[in-house]
């Protein structure tokens, strides 16, 4: 289906993370560069068969089953998947064309949920425009769709360019796909309240750790994982693999909403572990699960036994310039604060 509110074009098809990028294009004679003496009986070596970019692609017959249960109104048929299920970005991420990090503008800003998209966008070189101008502003402009449910905002998804004729969206931690403007209408994104248009490039928000810091990371983090009970780790261990199952849920698998990762009985037996078990947090946040910093920061509240061996910073805490940057961002933050509070 054209989507009715831009104006189609023929679709640009561009490689998994690289967006504006057509396929790169095959010389007309190509060599594999070997260039032998002509008197010498060498044999060429056959050059390999280009790889094909396999974006878009029809979805599989569970992935229609998944995303038919969370959007009825998706044409299942029609869409296209563009990049596979990752944790790596999400929905609000990919609509400013970062496929980097996940950002969640209510865990970065002030104020409102929706001052923080607004603030967001602003900084990324977005401005808000009017459902009429956005059907009116043809397919070589970008245009995000934002998305909100009774409860705040939910979702972007984006048109352009280097989107095809229809719309995309990354879905949380699960596939990116094509879409018709609204078809994700559903109980779990609302639907679209508002759009933003780019207009400029805007400034990219980014968080260094300082080498230093990185350098005796490990060292550290080493020396309190081993300290850790037996029976704490095992614990651990269980509940984790039970939060991860929970995380990976039908239920949470399409929200950009850090929240709605932090619930469930796995969660809350991880944090009934209490502070024995914050080396183990550190960990697996070091291995890049970001969400890990939420469990850090509940079980690290100011107290008298503040991370149980008190340092120069016993317990995170990140201002406002370091809150304004990704979730895996903040949990570098988060992980490097606890560490230099240990001896």
């Given at each position: 289906m054209i989507d009715p509110i831009r104006s189609p074009q023929a679709p640009v098809l561009h490689p998994s993370g690289q967006r504006g990028l057509a396929p790169e294009q095959q010389p007309a004679n190509p060599t594999d560069g070997f260039s032998p003496n002509q008197s010498d009986p060498v044999t060429k070596l056959q050059q390999q068969p280009p790889v094909q970019n396999p974006y878009p692609r029809p979805m599989t017959e569970d992935e229609k089953a998944d995303f038919k249960s969370w959007f009825p109104n998706l044409d299942v048929?029609?869409?296209r998947v563009t990049h596979e299920a990752t944790p790596q970005y999400n929905c609000i991420s990919w609509t400013t064309g970062n496929t980097q990090s996940w950002d969640w503008p209510p865990s970065m800003y002030g104020g409102t949920p929706q001052e923080a998209f607004q603030q967001y966008y602003t900084e990324r070189g977005f401005s808000p425009i009017s459902a009429e101008e956005a059907a009116n502003i043809g397919k070589d402009k970008e245009v995000v769709a934002y998305w909100e449910d009774p409860n705040g905002p939910t979702?972007?998804?984006?048109s352009g360019s280097t989107h095809g004729e229809r719309w995309e969206s990354k879905c949380g931690q699960a596939a990116q796909i094509q879409h018709g403007r609204d078809e994700l209408e559903s109980e779990?994104?609302?639907?679209?309240?508002g759009y933003w248009l780019k207009t400029s490039e805007g400034k990219r928000i980014v968080r260094e750790i300082p080498l230093e810091a990185r350098q005796r990371l490990d060292a550290k983090l080493a020396l309190r994982v081993v300290s850790v009970e037996p029976e704490v780790a095992q614990a651990f261990s269980s509940a984790y693999s039970q939060w991860q199952s929970e995380r990976s849920?039908?239920?949470?698998?399409?929200?950009?909403?850090?929240?709605?990762y932090l619930k469930g009985e796995g969660y809350q037996k991880l944090l009934a572990l209490g502070k024995a078990a914050l080396p183990l947090w550190i960990d697996k946040m070091r291995s890049g699960d970001f969400f890990c910093q939420y469990g850090v920061q509940e079980l690290t509240k100011a107290g008298e036994d503040a991370f149980q061996i008190k340092g120069p910073n016993p317990q995170p805490e990140l201002k406002p310039q370091e809150v304004r940057c990704s979730e895996q961002d903040k949990a570098n933050?988060?992980?490097?604060?606890?560490?230099?509070s240990q001896w």
């Open positions: 048929e029609a869409a979702h972007g998804s984006v779990v994104y609302g639907k679209i309240a849920s039908s239920k949470v698998a399409v929200s950009s909403n850090p929240a709605d933050q988060v992980m490097v604060q606890w560490l230099d």
